[in-house]
């Protein structure tokens, strides 16, 4: 079946702007996770969601990173007035339920440019 | 809170050479313990995952035991090949708290 989805791939903004990334999970997975990775360094935890709402945000670094899942599947992660230092790859991840056991599978990533 | 050490590549291995990438963790919980792997140009894969002490997990011809005494979970394969050229990365997930928490990640290139 069609795995973790993201759009765009790539995404380039200049520094003050809005950006707005998109997560299409597996279909029922309940559960889904963005992070992002820096180059050269592992993911880091953004957020999760377990249904609609955000069981976890402690991983936000600021109040200009928001995301949303208002139906329970697709999920956007917004940025506002965008800083160089948030260029990085972000990653969305779902599992089918939220138990430490369950596989998270990945979406190939959106890689976000500040200029 | 909750941490994961991995060797610092890259590592640079022959063609049927042995491979061994260490892995240690810090939890506060019981965790269960996860191998990813990051082809060029790809998203991150699961390779194998162990959810219990002296579990093994396997895959592809990686092995990988999950040691509590050690706090380990070092990933190993007898015979590497080309195309398992590829960043590889430890990652940890506790009960309650289920976000992975990633190593940095070891490059391995291995040449013919």
């Known amino acids: 079946g069609a795995g973790v989805s993201q759009t765009p791939s790539n995404k380039v903004t200049e520094k003050g702007k809005y950006v707005e990334l998109r997560c299409d999970p597996i279909?029922?997975?309940?559960?889904l996770y963005w992070y992002r990775q820096s180059l050269g360094q592992g993911p880091e935890f953004l957020i999760y969601?377990?249904?609609?709402?955000?069981?976890?945000d402690s991983g936000l670094p600021n109040d200009r990173f928001f995301a949303v899942r208002p139906e329970g599947s697709v999920s956007t992660l917004k940025i506002q007035r965008t800083e160089r230092g948030d260029s990085a790859m972000y990653l969305c991840?779902?599992?089918?339920?939220?138990?430490?056991?369950?596989?998270?599978?990945f979406g190939p990533g959106t890689r976000l440019t500040v200029l | 809170g909750d941490s994961v050490t991995q060797m610092e590549g890259p590592v640079t291995l022959s063609e049927e050479a042995f491979l061994t990438i260490n892995c240690t963790y810090t939890?506060?919980?019981?965790?269960?313990l996860f191998w990813y792997v990051q082809y060029p140009g790809e998203g991150l894969q699961l390779l194998l995952k162990?959810?219990?002490?002296?579990d093994k997990g396997s895959n592809k011809g990686f092995e990988a035991t999950y040691r509590k005494e050690t706090t380990s979970f070092h990933l190993e394969k007898g015979s590497v090949q080309v195309s398992d050229s590829a960043v590889y990365f430890c990652?940890?997930?506790?009960?309650?708290?289920?976000?992975?928490?990633f190593g940095k990640g070891t490059r391995l290139s291995v040449i013919a």
């Open positions: 990652a940890l997930s506790t009960s309650g708290n289920t976000p992975l928490v």
């Open positions: 969601f377990q249904g609609t709402g955000a069981a976890d």
């Open positions: 162990a959810t219990k002490a002296d």
């Open positions: 939890a506060t919980g019981y965790p269960s």
């Open positions: 991840a779902s599992s089918l339920s939220r138990t430490s056991t369950d596989t998270q599978y």
């Open positions: 279909s029922g997975h309940t559960a």
